[in-house]
């Protein structure tokens, strides 16, 4: 079973780019060749993705977040029971 990633994808539920779905099978992403685990949104198209900035929290407690540019590779990552069997 393949599946085709979003060209965006956001971790945000209020997002029109939310896809709950997807991101339950688990999507990982390489960003300028380093796997970046604190992703809350990524452009393919575009090249950026957008991190939390630390623990740091607006006005409505949501995560402040920075937005960096480089190459962005989004791939689904393959369950730990998967690989053994």
């Known amino acids: 079973m393949t599946t085709t990633l979003p060209d965006r ?11 709950a779905a997807l991101l339950e099978q688990g999507v990982g992403i390489r960003f300028n060749g380093v796997e970046k685990t604190n992703v809350e949104e990524y452009c393919v198209s575009e090249g950026w993705i957008r991190i939390a900035a630390g623990t740091a929290r607006d006005r409505h407690g949501n995560p ?3 937005m960096l540019r480089g190459k962005v590779e989004p791939y689904l990552r393959v369950p730990e029971d998967s690989e053994k069997a």
């Open 9 to 19: 994808l956001s971790n945000d539920p209020r997002s029109p780019h939310h896809n």
């Open 64 to 66: 402040m977040t920075i």
